[in-house]
């Protein structure tokens, strides 16, 4: 292994491709890019590159309504 990815391996991430938090989330990749175009999930461009930054995607996923019996019970 070399130094780069031993470095890689202890870096934290800090953004997704689509495709990353389609797997993270358990989402299609389709899902993640329509709460992308509705503008429910802020993603990031370079380019032909998209990323979604981690915490916003950690963000969008906790603004999803609550299912069982935990909804509408207040915190």
Do not use: C, Y
Request: glycine share 10%; hydrophobic share 45%.
């Amino acid at each position: 292994m070399n130094r780069a990815t031993e470095i890689a391996r202890h870096v934290p991430r800090i953004s997704l491709t689509p495709d990353e938090a389609a797997v993270s989330t358990g989402f299609s990749r389709t899902r993640i890019f329509e709460a992308i175009r509705t503008g429910k999930l802020v993603a990031r461009g370079d380019g032909k590159a998209t990323v979604i930054e981690t915490v916003e995607l950690a963000r969008w996923v906790g603004s999803l309504p609550v299912k069982g019996p935990q909804a509408g019970v207040a915190a």
